[in-house]
Structures are given as C-alpha cells and as structure tokens.
C-alpha cells in the first residue's frame, strides 16, 4: 500500500530519495489508462505559445511569436515543426534586421499566468508542476536559419550568434522573472536539443562558452527558489551533463540508450535523476508486436536502471498520424505495465 501522492513520490525522486515506486513522467498530459497516477504536469505560458494551439488545431499552422511558420506533420502525430525550406534569416549577420523581440511592457503577466493554470487538467494538489522558462538557443537558432545554415554560422560567426543569443535570453529572462512567481512551479525545466543519436551538435567547450551560460541563468531561478532542476535533451547529449550538473541540473529526460546509462548512473549516483532508458525502436515497431512484449520491455528497463532509486521511466510510442488507434493502444499497454510493474518494484 502506497502512502505517497503521485506529486509527493515524484518530488521524493527529484530531491534525491529512493522514491516508493517508479514514477513514469508525462510529456503530453495525462498518460493513456493510467489516470490515476499522474506524477507531473507543464504549465505552458500562453503568450509565449502564441497561436500554436489554435492553429494546430485548425490543421493550419501558426507563426510563432518571431515569424517562424510552423507546420503539422502527420507522420509524427501532428507536432508542429519549422516550414521547410522557408526559414527567416539567411545570414547570421542581418539578424538585427530579422528578429525583433515583440513589446512585453503591457502584459499583465499575473492574468496570464493565471489564465494559464486554470487550463491545467489537474489539481496542484495532485501533480509536481513544470515549468519551461523559454529559450532552447540552438533550437531557435535551428528554426531561424535551418540546421546547415545554423551550425555554419556557429563556426564561421559565433560572435553573432552569441549576440543574437544575448537578446533572445534578454527577452525569455524577463518574462521568465515576471511570470515564476505567480505560477509558483515545483520544479524548473530547461531544455534544447543539442545532440544527434551519435553525438553533440557541437564541442563540449563550444557548449561551455556559448550555450551553459544562458542555461546557467536560467537556473539560477530554480536556484533562488530552491526547486530542482530539469533539463530536457533528446540524442546521444551525456557528456555535456558534466556541466550541467555543475549549474544545478539534477534530473535529465529523455535519456535515450545511445547513452551509456549505466556508467552515468555510476558516475552521478542519485544526484542526477534519469529519465528514459526506453525506446520504441527495434522488435517493438513490428506491426506484430505483441502487449506481452512490450511489457517485458518495460520490465527490462526498470529492471536495468531502477534498483539504486534515481530513475523514472521516460517514454512513449509515436503516433504515426493523428487518428492512430493502434498507437494509442500501444502507450495504453506501455503506461499501464509502468503503473504496475513499478508499483511494485521497490517492494520487492
């Protein structure tokens, strides 16, 4: 019998005990068949997200809050992904002409932050909050530019892309500051995606001198406040986890198995909780794949990562379109084994 609420087993994780079961973290809401347990939930800052929900709804697309046109891709559920072949800025050195920050002087961030939990599907009683403050840099960079034209100007012009990174953080950081303390989050998650399946986008020192420093102030409102920190990127990204953690970062999703999870587990210890150690690839995208399979992956995972506490399970299935049955299905059997299987584990 459990005594801990999903959110308090959670937190236990994050702030470094051995939780009272494997917790399983959310990236889309409230996992599928398992309701009842829902350990985490992201506040999404509305004015951030500009017309992304409303235009992904209507199947049009949306600008982001930049000009970035973004489109729906149905070969990946729906998520939305920069237009391709349409990027705004050409040459890392007009960016002064291209990317203008929107005016933020007359938005009443308490009303929109207010606005923005009373969308939550949960009580806060129920679910550790999240919230992402805003920049992912190389990200941004990416959708500005694309990735070739991206990565060259960091080699060729890292003056300029590290002054174009300076206003963005500018402007995330302000509303970041303005916003925090009206959503009053259990924990502050960073993010980019600044890995490959093989590798980083670019050298540990790169990422030292021209990316952990804006992390590095972002984290410090998690800092201040004394939450953890969260920081999410997909790809082969472990090596750079050296400094983040060195900022404050204690807690990493997805971690894909590209990674050598276990000797970062033997390295950072509880310290650093891992999120992942799962995979939809291989034997479990036949389409003949069987529940009992994907049952026995899940097993597998927490069986292999779980035993010294520091792990939450971090996965899921990826619709093929935004009608896919089958899919759903799939998650429904992954979500409901984690559920079970980890209930028990520690118990054992």
């Known amino acids: 019998m459990t005594h801990l609420t999903p959110k308090e087993n959670l937190l236990r994780l994050l702030y470094g005990d051995i939780p009272e079961w494997v917790p399983s973290y959310s990236y889309y809401g409230p996992h599928p068949g398992v309701e009842e347990d829902p350990p985490n939930m992201s506040v999404m800052n509305s004015y951030l997200m500009g017309g992304r929900a409303?235009?992904?709804?209507?199947?049009?697309?949306?600008?982001?809050?930049?000009?970035?046109?973004?489109?729906?891709?149905?070969?990946?559920?729906?998520?939305?992904?920069?237009?391709?072949?349409?990027?705004?800025?050409?040459?890392?050195?007009?960016?002064?002409?291209?990317?203008?920050?929107?005016?933020?002087?007359?938005?009443?961030?308490?009303?929109?932050?207010?606005?923005?939990?009373?969308?939550?599907?949960?009580?806060r009683d129920n679910v550790a909050l999240y919230y992402g403050p805003g920049g992912g840099y190389f990200l941004q960079l990416m959708s500005f530019m694309g990735f070739n034209e991206g990565l060259i100007a960091m080699f060729e012009e890292p003056d300029e892309v590290m002054a174009l990174f300076d206003y963005l953080h500018k402007f995330y950081l302000e509303i970041a500051k303005k916003y925090i303390d009206y959503v009053k989050p259990d924990v502050l998650s960073l993010g980019d995606d600044t890995a490959s399946e093989r590798a980083p986008f670019m050298s540990p020192d790169m990422f030292r001198e021209m990316f952990l420093p804006y992390y590095d102030d972002f984290a410090r409102l998690g800092r201040n406040r004394g939450i953890p920190i969260n920081f999410h990127n997909c790809g082969k990204?472990?090596?750079?986890?050296?400094?983040?953690?060195?900022?404050?970062?204690?807690?990493?999703?997805?971690?894909?198995?590209?990674?050598?999870?276990?000797?970062?587990?033997?390295?950072?210890?509880?310290?650093?909780v891992i999120g992942g150690g799962w995979e939809g690839r291989g034997r479990l995208l036949s389409p003949d794949v069987t529940d009992d399979e994907i049952r026995e992956s899940v097993r597998t995972a927490?069986?292999?990562?779980?035993?010294?506490?520091?792990?939450?399970?971090?996965?899921?299935?990826?619709?093929?379109?935004?009608?896919?049955?089958?899919?759903?299905?799939?998650?429904?059997?992954?979500?409901?084994?984690?559920?079970?299987?980890?209930?028990?584990?520690?118990?054992h």
């Open 302 to 347: 927490i069986d292999t990562y779980a035993p010294n506490g520091g792990y939450m399970f971090a996965g899921a299935f990826t619709p093929g379109s935004t009608d896919d049955k089958r899919t759903q299905h799939l998650n429904e059997v992954l979500q409901r084994e984690v559920y079970e299987y980890g209930h028990q584990f520690y118990k």
């Open 54 to 123: 409303r235009g992904m709804v209507q199947g049009q697309g949306f600008k982001d809050i930049w000009g970035v046109k973004c489109v729906s891709v149905e070969a990946v559920g729906g998520f939305a992904l920069p237009e391709p072949g349409n990027f705004i800025l050409k040459d890392i050195r007009q960016w002064r002409d291209i990317i203008k920050a929107p005016d933020i002087s007359d938005v009443d961030w308490e009303k929109v932050a207010k606005e923005d939990m009373e969308k939550l599907p949960y009580s």
């Open 237 to 272: 990204s472990g090596v750079l986890f050296n400094d983040l953690t060195r900022i404050g970062v204690s807690s990493w999703e997805p971690v894909q198995l590209s990674n050598d999870i276990l000797e970062i587990q033997k390295k950072f210890g509880r310290s650093l």
